[in-house]
């Protein structure tokens, strides 16, 4: 096992800015999901070697307070920009100038030594916010707009000027914190230098998501499969839905998308449903909607293979926790799955859109239950040398150490 990155130094007070995905958020809803989670649990891990902590997120109820504890560490504070009620990411963008005048205001009373913002929209109130304050600036993009316009085209409901945003925080922070390799070269040809950017995958809590433990019920099937995540088409639940057709002997359990009682009125259920229909599997296939946090563990431990179809996927919390649970996994071979999946290893990676493929891979799992086997304990291996939070949060922290160390020449000359 590989050795934590060593830092040293003093506790920091850091700003983690994630405007539309809060750490109090609970996963699974359309704008609810990687991020939120990614934010919650690098705040914990930040906190836990010592520094402090503030995630500042928009305030998105009336009844909100200003300050929240998240738990020892780390504080939300709640920014006041836009009308506080729930609202469509895309929609956010005319709100930031008002962020970041209020992220401004605050950091002058009060600065953090350095600041870390999370998707496009944060990245540019926060540049703002900084340019103001002389405050040191790194980004996480966890979703590039190049990505999402090639694979959308006129699905894409990103503002237009996102691209040009994304390439404005590039060139205006310290450094980039990519998630993958594959973001790396995405990166490179929007001008952002290499030499700018680290790599720092997101995590997962291998204390949560283990082998051992409850598992959820299971159906009168042979097999289980889980497709766990956002109900968005990019994530390829239409995909698992066809390639059951090609495993008679298996059910699929589609778990995320709005709380259960909200089911029958969510187009995109109502268009996976039809799908199943058309396929001839809608009896095996079972939407659970929105699963508490707490019940996902049960639920990937009660599946045979867990499936990630994804279209495009910037880098997919899913795989770690199937891999943590010690469950193989079924995944495509896009951005960050070609990091987290080794294939072969922990499981088997198919092209993306290929119904066929998927079918075929799954099938060959499951016909053999000792390669199963194999493939979930080298899962949990791979997680407990590379993703758990404490080897992320190090990993991190190397990074604003880096940026505030390349700051310090500049502080002393002035």
Not at 187 to 199: E, H, N, Q
Not at 226 to 249: E, F, M, N, Q
Not at 357 to 370: I, Q, T
Request: hydrophobic share 45%; proline share 9%.
């Amino acid at each position: 096992m590989t050795s934590l990155p060593t830092t040293g130094g003093r506790p920091l007070a850091l700003a983690l800015v994630s405007e539309h995905a809060s750490p109090l958020a609970p996963p699974g809803d359309v704008d609810s999901g990687g991020q939120n989670v990614h934010v919650a649990h690098l705040a914990g891990a930040l906190a836990d070697l010592g520094h402090q902590v503030t995630v500042y997120t928009r305030r998105d109820a009336p009844d909100l307070p200003v300050h929240t504890e998240l738990r020892s560490g780390v504080e939300v504070h709640h920014v006041p920009a836009g009308p506080p009620e729930p609202m469509p990411k895309d929609e956010l963008l005319p709100y930031m100038q008002e962020f970041a005048h209020h992220l401004a205001g605050h950091w002058q009373v009060r600065a953090p030594d350095a600041v870390h913002s999370h998707f496009w929209m944060s990245g540019v109130a926060a540049l703002r916010a900084t340019r103001e304050t002389g405050l040191p600036l790194l980004h996480t993009y966890h979703a590039l707009g190049t990505v999402k316009r090639r694979h959308q085209g006129h699905a894409d409901t990103s503002p237009r000027v996102r691209i040009a945003c994304e390439s404005d925080v590039g060139a205006g922070c310290e450094r980039v914190i990519a998630t993958c390799r594959d973001e790396v070269d995405e990166l490179a040809a929007m001008g952002v230098p290499r030499t700018k950017v680290d790599i720092v995958p997101c995590g997962v809590d291998p204390g949560v998501f283990r082998p051992d433990g409850a598992v959820a019920p299971r159906g009168p099937y042979p097999y289980r499969l889980l497709h766990l995540g956002r109900l968005v088409p990019r994530k390829g639940a239409a995909v698992s839905i066809a390639a059951l057709a090609g495993l008679p002997d298996a059910e699929l359990v589609l778990a995320g998308g709005p709380p259960a009682e909200r089911l029958d009125r969510d187009p995109e259920v109502r268009r996976l449903r039809a799908l199943a229909r058309q396929a001839g599997v809608a009896d095996r296939v079972r939407f659970l909607g929105g699963v508490p946090t707490t019940e996902v563990p049960a639920l990937i431990r009660g599946a045979d293979v867990v499936l990630c179809p994804a279209d495009y996927e910037p880098f997919g919390i899913v795989p770690l926790e199937a891999m943590a649970c010690g469950r193989p996994l079924v995944a495509s071979a896009v951005g960050g799955q070609l990091d987290t999946v080794a294939d072969g290893v922990n499981g088997l990676l198919v092209p993306p859109r290929d119904p066929r493929a998927l079918a075929a891979a799954v099938s060959a799992l499951l016909d053999d239950p000792a390669l199963r086997a194999a493939y979930g304990k080298a899962g949990r291996r791979r997680v407990l040398e590379r993703f758990s939070w404490a080897r992320v949060a190090a990993a991190t922290e190397v990074s604003y150490r880096t940026a505030l160390a390349a700051r310090a020449p500049v502080a002393r000359a002035l």
